[in-house]
T-cell receptor, first 114, second 112 residues
Framework: DVKVTQSSRYLVKRTGEKVFLECVQDMDHENMFWYRQDPGLGLRLIYFSYDVKMKEKGDIPEGYSVSREKKERFSLILESASTNQTSMYLC?????????????FGEGSWLTVV | KNQVEQSPQSLIILEGKNCTLQCNYTVSPFSNLRWYKQDTGRGPVSLTIMTFSENTKSNGRYTATLDADTKQSSLHITASQLSDSASYICVVSPYNNNDMRFGAGTRLTVKP
């Protein structure tokens, strides 16, 4: 069974803290993604990576960075958390671009910044 | 303005009834359209994927249709069950998976 695992389901952090959200996939997928999901809005892409050490900015990269040192792991970093980054964060992975490739999502990480 | 619009925002139906969810998009050129189901507090799970040449795709009681000319898709749920209560998200890709556009979702509640 395919698996995208987000290590932290619920986090509460203080403003200004550095936050790491970890994501691991066991499907040998090239592509990995980080999205945030807010009520009333569609998922918005923060960053994606199409290979180890490669990354591309998505629609809302400000305030975030990412790291992909190994193919199976994609980390989202909030250098200095702010209250407007309170959200649900979803990691996803897929094979290399192709119209028939399924995107697999993790269970989500709920982050509250106080 | 979002390139993928879903309607209605929310819907309540009785168990056993059918329902249809709508997705209109302006994404162009179009590569594929997906429907996802997202249970509360969980990640989205894929239901169907359709390319521009496909008109319909079924997955059990879920049937998705696509009209690429009018840029509309619908998801029809037959004989609804309580477990169908979830958000249903329409996702449209212009070229590849890296540029997906997400709708805000339709929140479906199935009541006994």
């Amino acid at each position: 069974d395919v698996k995208v695992t987000q290590s932290s389901r619920y986090l509460v952090k203080r403003t200004g803290e550095k936050v790491f959200l970890e994501c691991v996939q066991d499907m040998d997928h090239e592509n990995m993604f980080w999205y945030r999901q807010d009520p009333g809005l569609g998922l918005r892409l923060i960053y994606f990576s199409y290979d180890v050490k490669m990354k591309e900015k998505g629609d809302i990269p400000e305030g975030y960075s990412v790291s992909r040192e190994k193919k199976e792991r994609f980390s989202l970093i909030l250098e200095s958390a702010s209250t407007n980054q309170t959200s649900m964060y979803l990691c996803a992975s897929s094979l290399a671009p192709g119209s028939g490739n399924t995107i697999y999502f993790g269970e989500g990480s709920w982050l509250t910044v106080v | 303005k979002n390139q993928v619009e879903q309607s209605p925002q929310s819907l309540i139906i009785l168990e056993g009834k059918n329902c249809t969810l709508q997705c209109n998009y302006t994404v162009s050129p179009f590569s594929n359209l997906r429907w996802y189901k997202q249970d509360t507090g969980r990640g989205p799970v894929s239901l169907t994927i359709m390319t521009f040449s496909e008109n319909t795709k079924s997955n059990g009681r879920y049937t998705a249709t696509l009209d690429a000319d009018t840029k509309q898709s619908s998801l029809h749920i037959t004989a609804s069950q309580l477990s169908d209560s979830a958000s249903y998200i329409c996702v449209v890709s212009p070229y590849n998976n890296n540029d997906m556009r997400f709708g805000a979702g339709t929140r479906l509640t199935v009541k006994p």
